[in-house]
């Protein structure tokens, strides 16, 4: 998606340890015209399966997330990070987080996540996997089917990507990051390998 | 909000500790269409004053906050519960969570609440106002304007409202729920002398 790739030439900034810095219009700050840009996108690359859930997972997923539900007018569901009280009926998993270095516990609720559900998984990054493992996790335990994910930046070299291809995901990313080590950041879109 | 009131009618539940659940809808599923009407309202309760950009708290104001950011072509920021590793730059408040009955540190980047900003904070509830309160001290740290408040659900024996009266903010709430113990709920529109 040019318009994303350009953004993230433009304003993104590479920080020690893999980080790439975005928070000025994807995961802190947010322009919503670009969020509604980048479900146009998911829906133009997913529109035709049989999806009738978007699922994500809380914080910076929501935004494209509840975009790319309202464009396809399907529920869309956060998976929480999860309360010490949180109520049964749910189903458990964990997100490996790097910036706290720990695993961190994440539900949702079983009503929103059945065997009836046919899922398209949303998130801001792709980068080892981890919140995409979660939710192959989830639909495991509730019988959901995933029909795809959508990412809107990946990294590459972090190699998520090379897992969903192993675990057959059908899933694409608005724009891939090949390397933070340059002193331009190397943007571009998604391999025309995987396009649509 | 005549949708809105009708749909906690329907789908709010009434739990023990003063707690409305609403997660079929508001707070972990989410209605898209509902979200984005809830936006086109603030944007009819708040779209004459000088709005720059849009402030919520993640994770569940995060969808009412996009759509109406959306409607108003203003940018939206999501305060962020602080990371042990937050950068510097940050101004850093704390709210007071129920759920895990403990202050919670939160931070927003001071590239993006500057004195330049006139904001409407977006949040799915007003109970005690713990958040309003944050956003408050978060202004006063960035000299930043508050220009109003507007919220999903106001729940109005917890006196939120009546703290923001006193400090002279310009706040709506869609939907009142007025009690929480009787066996149907009592939620209600806002009351008539905040109303536009």
Known sequence: MESLVKRIQAEGR???GGILKVDSFINHQLDPNLMMEVGKEFVRLFGHLPINKIVTIEASGIAPAIMTGYLMQVRTVFIKKKQPNTLANVYVSSVHSFTRDQDVEVCINSNFLTPDDHILFIDDFLAYGNTARCMIDLAKQSGAT???MGFCI?????KGGEYLTEQGINFHSLACV???ETAHLSVCDEPASRKL
């Open 154 to 158: 990946e990294k590459t070299f972090q």
């Open 146 to 148: 995933i029909e795809g």
């Open 178 to 180: 090949t390397d933070l």
């Open 14 to 16: 590479s920080l020690k």
